[in-house]
């Protein structure tokens, strides 16, 4: 009898174990099936998956894997299907979504979809052009890029038309293309006329306002100079104007204004002077100062590093041929003067004259003054020219002459 109890409970054990691995295989053995069909979806339209199972379970999750993000989904449960809506964040931007059914922490199922852009909206154009300043010629271009995009701001679907506008004086050019990579891009080259450049695209029906590209002349050419001045005299108070012809660019367009021109102006004595001027309607005008003495002034112009002009000589004359030098309160006072020049009108107020003082044939002191009303006056004082006998140079406006030795008597 107590065998039979044993054997029994022995029994009873072995079926407990039996079923508890009939109930666990059942478990482990649930099935998933996808019951969604669609592999691709318009961007901002409603998106789901639907799975079926062998039964209702509770422990379910969907991971998906989306360019723009990553995130987790739970079920709704519909006549025992498992529903997952795509949230609006992921719906409204294109591009493949994976995704993977997890139950109990183990993926089930698995697979992927497309969201493609949304066609049915309107459209938006996104322009970029540049460079917005370029110069005349083929070698110069400005490239207009085109990005078409859904409501949602996602690039138009490949190939894709754009209808590319450019406008250039009395030319109007309209042109075609296909999106690639989502964009359409060309390079739209400088003609040889300078002004201004519109371009503008459109796709469906949405068009771009226009934008513009300025087109400069291009590099100046070698150009021809001239002058004018009131009198040829040397005064060292007229002004000579230097001027340009008119500086075109090789295609003959005028050069932008503010151009920058300089007059290199050698002298006799090879020293180097420059005057500057910037070209309004293609013209710059520099100015120089008459020299205060006979010289000959040999200009050449120059727009740095593109052009340069041709040379000219100026020569200028002298305005005297001779001046008066007196000596006044025993000989230590020098009157140069009244200067005249050549309308024997007296020059003008600040002319410059120089004194060179010699002892013996040895420069002493060099003293400057300038004229006012046509007189420049000179003291040789005694207290600091003590010896008895100077001879006096007397440079002014070119002209040099030199008195006789003068004698002085010395204080006792």
């Known amino acids: 009898m107590k065998k039979r109890i044993i054997l029994l409970c022995f029994c009873f054990f072995f079926v407990l174990i039996a079923f508890k691995q009939v109930v666990i295989s059942e478990e482990k053995t649930v099935e998933f099936y996808l019951v969604t069909k669609d592999s691709s979806y318009v961007a901002g339209e409603p998106m789901e998956l639907r799975f079926d199972m062998d039964k209702k379970v509770e422990d379910l999750e969907l991971f998906l894997i989306h360019s723009y993000s990553k995130t987790v989904l739970h079920p709704e449960f519909e006549n025992d299907k498992a529903v997952f809506k795509i949230p609006e964040l992921f719906s409204k931007k294109t591009g493949i979504v994976s995704w993977y059914l997890i139950y109990e922490s183990t993926q089930k199922l698995k697979g992927e979809f497309r969201i493609l852009p949304n066609d049915r909206t ?19 271009f400005t490239m207009l890029v085109v990005v ?12 894709s038309k754009v209808e590319i506008k ?30 201004k450049l519109l371009v503008s695209s459109r796709c469906d029906s949405t068009t771009t306002k226009e934008i513009e ?14 002058y004018s001045r009131n009198h040829e005299f040397a005064d060292g108070n007229q002004i000579t104007t230097l001027f340009t012809s008119v500086i075109t660019d090789k295609y003959n367009n005028i050069v932008s204004d503010g151009t920058f021109v300089s007059f290199h102006i050698t002298t006799s004595e090879d020293m180097v002077l420059k005057s500057y001027g910037t070209t309004i309607n293609g013209i710059a ?36 041929k ?23 009108q007296l020059v003008s107020d600040g002319i410059k004259v120089v004194v060179n003082i010699y002892h013996k044939d040895k420069l002493i002191k060099t003293l400057q003054e300038d004229t006012s009303k046509g007189i420049a006056t000179f003291t040789i004082s005694s207290e600091f020219y003590k010896e008895n006998s100077y001879q006096f140079e007397i440079t002014t406006l070119g002209i040099t002459q030199k008195t006789e030795i003068i004698k002085y008597e010395l204080n006792k």
């Open 322 to 344: 001779s001046f008066d030098i007196k000596l006044i309160n025993d000989n230590r006072t020098i009157v140069v003067g009244p200067i005249k020049s050549f309308m024997q």
């Open 213 to 226: 590209t300025e087109i400069y002349p291009s590099i100046a050419t070698d150009f021809k100079i001239d």
């Open 148 to 159: 078409p995009t859904d409501n949602y701001d996602n690039p138009k679907s490949e190939n």
């Open 285 to 320: 005008k520099g100015q120089i100062l008459h020299p205060d003495h006979v010289e000959t002034y040999k200009i050449k112009g120059y727009v740095t590093g593109m052009a340069e002009s041709n040379s000219i000589l100026i020569d200028y004359k002298p305005i005297i």
């Open 122 to 140: 309107p459209t938006r154009i996104e322009n970029y052009l540049g460079p917005r300043t370029i110069l005349t010629g083929n070698d110069h």
């Open 166 to 195: 450019y406008q250039f004086l009395n030319s109007i050019t309209t042109i075609t293309k296909q999106t690639k990579d989502f964009i359409v891009w060309k390079n739209i080259y400088a003609p040889t006329k300078s002004g």
